[in-house]
C-alpha cells in the first residue's frame, strides 16, 4: 500500500491510460493530479504538439525534466501522471528513484496501444505508422519503465476501475 506521504507516480507508454487513472486514483486517495503534459501545456500557453514543431523535442524534453523535478519536490502527496518519455532521461529516472515515490508502470502489449492513440492530439511521434512506433518505443523503452517501476500492472483487457484498484493493491 502507498504510504500517505509518498507520491504516487504512473508511468507508462502512451495510451496505456495513465491520465484516467490518475484522475479516479486521485479522487479515490483524496489528493490532487499532476499531469506533466498538462502542466506543461498550462505553463507555457503552447499545446505540446505545438511545442515539439516550433522548438523540437530536445525543448520538449527540458520542459519534461523540469516539470516532473517540480511535481516530486511537492511537499503535498501528488498522484503524477507522468508522459511516456519521462524514463528516457537517466537524470529524470534518478529523481523518481530518489524521491521515495511509489512508481507503477501501467503496461500494455504496444499492438492494443494502436486504437487507444488514435487522433493524433499531443502525440505528434505518432503522425507517422502508429503501430511500428509503438512497437519500436515498446523496444526501446521496456528496460528503462521496468528499472523505474516498484510494481507493473498489466493493463490489457482491463477497465478502468481493475486497473485502479491493482495499483492501489
Ligand atoms: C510522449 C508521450 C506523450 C507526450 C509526447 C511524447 C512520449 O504523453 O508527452 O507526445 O515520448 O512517450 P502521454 O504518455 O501522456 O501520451
Not at 524514463?87 to 523518481?96: D, G, K, M, P, T
Not at 512508481?103 to 502489449?109: F, H, N
Amino acid at each position: 500500500m502507498i504510504r500517505s506521504d509518498q507520491h504516487l507516480v504512473l508511468v507508462g507508454m502512451m495510451g496505456v491510460g495513465k491520465t484516467t487513472a490518475a484522475r479516479v486514483l486521485a479522487d479515490r486517495l483524496g489528493r490532487a493530479v499532476f499531469d506533466t503534459d498538462m502542466v506543461i501545456e498550462t505553463r507555457s500557453g503552447s499545446t505540446v504538439r505545438e511545442i515539439f514543431a516550433e522548438q523540437g523535442e530536445p525543448k520538449f524534453r527540458e520542459l519534461e525534466s523540469k516539470v516532473l523535478a517540480e511535481a516530486l519536490a511537492s511537499p503535498e502527496p501528488l498522484v503524477i501522471a507522468a508522459a511516456g518519455g519521462v524514463v528516457l532521461s537517466a537524470a529524470n529516472r534518478a529523481a523518481l528513484a530518489d524521491s521515495g515515490a511509489r512508481v507503477v508502470w501501467l503496461c500494455a502489449d504496444p499492438v492494443n496501444l494502436v486504437e487507444r492513440v488514435r487522433g493524433g492530439g499531443h502525440r505528434p511521434l505518432l503522425d507517422e505508422d502508429p503501430a511500428g512506433t509503438l512497437q519500436l518505443m515498446f523496444r526501446e523503452r521496456e528496460a528503462l519503465y521496468r528499472e523505474v517501476a516498484d510494481a507493473i500492472v498489466l493493463v490489457d483487457n482491463r477497465s478502468i476501475s481493475e486497473v485502479v484498484e491493482a495499483v492501489l493493491r
